[in-house]
């Protein structure tokens, strides 16, 4: 028997029960610990998932990308200026397509007007030609009848 009347055996008993219940109660804690990191750590990390979402899907040619509202202020932050980014990035490449197509219409309608010019000037350039062919017939008669008298004159 001990000092305070127990036995041995139920010292043992004690000890080896506190032991089970000291361990027990480590692992608990150690599962509540790993669970609330877990789940803090994805409270934390989800922002960042879903802004490397948004930057891919920006790569990607998506400009109308929109993050959700997260709920720390720095990542209300990031999410601000992301969708600002986004915005003005879907504008910019809206301006650009809208002044894309005014362009192929003003070189659609330049081209069709340099068309009817072409074809106009190749009307004139027949027209100079024959009018050239006409000139050179005229000039070739007028001289064969100017040589003609002089040479009867001659010969008579």
Excluded at 130 to 153: C, G, M, S, V, Y
């Amino acid at each position: 028997m001990t000092e305070n009347g127990e036995s041995p055996q139920k010292l043992t008993d004690y000890k080896k029960s506190f032991s089970f219940q000291f361990i027990s109660l480590l692992c608990f804690v150690a599962i509540i610990l790993i669970i609330s990191s877990i789940a803090i750590w994805k409270h934390f990390t989800n922002p960042i998932k879903e802004l490397l979402e948004g930057i891919s899907s920006i790569s990607a040619g998506n400009f109308r990308t929109k993050m959700t509202k997260p709920s720390l202020h720095e990542f209300k932050v990031l999410h601000s200026s992301f969708n600002n980014m986004a915005k003005k990035l879907d504008d910019l490449i809206s301006n650009y397509e809208a002044l894309h197509l005014q362009l192929e219409e003003k070189v659609a309608e330049r081209t069709a007007q340099l068309t009817k010019v072409n074809e106009s000037l190749k009307q004139t350039n027949e027209r100079l030609k024959q009018l050239e062919q006409t000139l050179r017939e005229i000039f070739e008669n007028i001289a064969h009848d100017l040589k003609t008298p002089i040479i009867n004159l001659e010969m008579a």
